[in-house]
């Protein structure tokens, strides 16, 4: 039984399941999105928004070695430090969106979704009062 055993195993040894959150969250800082299975977007998800956590107060030496021991690419870590990282400033959490296509994988029908980086413009809204019906026999 997996009983408190949290995280997908993708049918990996543990250092190519590592490799591959190190790969997908470099792909996701250096294009702002990706495509991938869903699975893999729900796991990468909170492992990219704890490097992103790590660069919002802007470079220092200790948290850029720390997610440099992480990210595959020097340059990917600099946008992430330089740019990424300052956007989020006040933001406290949630700094992607995980999007589920209508379409599965044809070779193996995986469930497919796009996880991007929210942008600056986009914030998480309250949904807007519904405003009331009126009718026949119904007053506002």
Known sequence: MRH???GRK?????SHRRMLLRNLATALLEHGKIRTTLAKA???QPYTEKLIT???DGF???EFRRVLAVLTSKDV???LFHEIGPRYKERSGGYTRIYKL???RQGDAAPMAVIALLGEEEAVKAPAARPAVVGP???P
């Not at 993708?10 to 543990?14: A, L, Q």
Request: no cysteine; net charge positive; proline share 4%.
């Open 4 to 6: 408190q055993k949290a």
């Open 10 to 14: 993708f049918k990996r040894s543990p």
């Open 42 to 44: 729900k796991e990468v």
């Open 54 to 56: 790590l660069a919002k």
């Open 60 to 62: 220092r030496l200790n």
């Open 77 to 79: 870590t600099f946008k």
């Open 102 to 104: 209508a379409k599965v």
């Open 137 to 139: 026999g119904k007053r």
